[in-house]
């Protein structure tokens, strides 16, 4: 099979949409085979052409959405030899246009209803990033490095969270200007007074 065959192509962009749209209102466990096929109006043998079961569509978009934040997180850091997070140019960042690409998925990991297995699969993945460049920046005093991570990834949750509970009002580039300006007031020691 050509994964390049437009026919393909729009097949699984039909399943990965009716995915997304019956993932708002039911667990991933609870999606049959027929019901996502009569959302996506492809026949089951299609389906099977393509994937053995639901949790296979599942994971092939996970993983291209993990791939692209992947991609998004580290595009700041193509633009500098050593990144300061307080001199970061809010054009670099790109997080917040992946998740807007994405809306819809997010919409579901932020929802209180869905499982929180989504929600710690994002976790982990930003974790995983912050700590494969955490060995670039020293660590002052004994904080422990894992404690660090998990800060640092829980933060951008927290903006990310926000940014939902908003309904995703503001734009991306809006967001980089607050990422950007929430690292300059860290570094600058300002929010100890406050």
């Known amino acids: 099979m050509n994964e390049n065959d437009l026919r393909v192509i729009k097949t699984k962009k039909a399943l990965h949409q009716a995915l997304l749209t019956l993932l708002k209102t039911n667990a991933l466990e609870s999606i049959s085979v027929s019901t996502l ?5 492809v026949n089951r043998g299609t389906f099977y052409l393509h994937y053995k079961d639901i949790g296979a569509l599942f994971d092939e978009h996970l993983h291209h959405l993990l791939k692209d934040l ?8 193509r633009h500098v030899s050593r990144l300061v997070p307080q001199q970061l140019d809010p054009s670099t960042i790109r997080i917040f246009h992946h998740v ?22 994002l976790f982990e993945k930003i974790k995983g990033l912050i700590r494969e460049n955490a060995s670039l920046y020293p660590l002052v005093g004994d904080i422990d490095r894992s404690f660090l991570i998990a800060y640092e990834a829980n933060a ?8 939902s509970e908003e309904g995703f009002a503001r734009s991306p580039e809006s967001m980089n200007e607050q990422l950007a ?3 300059k007031l860290q570094g600058s020691g300002a929010s100890d007074q406050t």
Do not use: H, N
């Open 156 to 163: 951008i949750m927290g903006l990310l969270i926000e940014w």
């Open 181 to 183: 300006l929430i690292l």
């Open 70 to 77: 992947e991609e998004s997180f580290y595009e700041p850091y």
């Open 37 to 41: 096929c009569r959302e996506a109006a």
């Open 100 to 121: 807007k690409k994405y809306q819809q998925f997010y919409e579901i990991v932020f929802d209180r209803k869905s499982s929180l297995s989504y929600y710690y699969s």
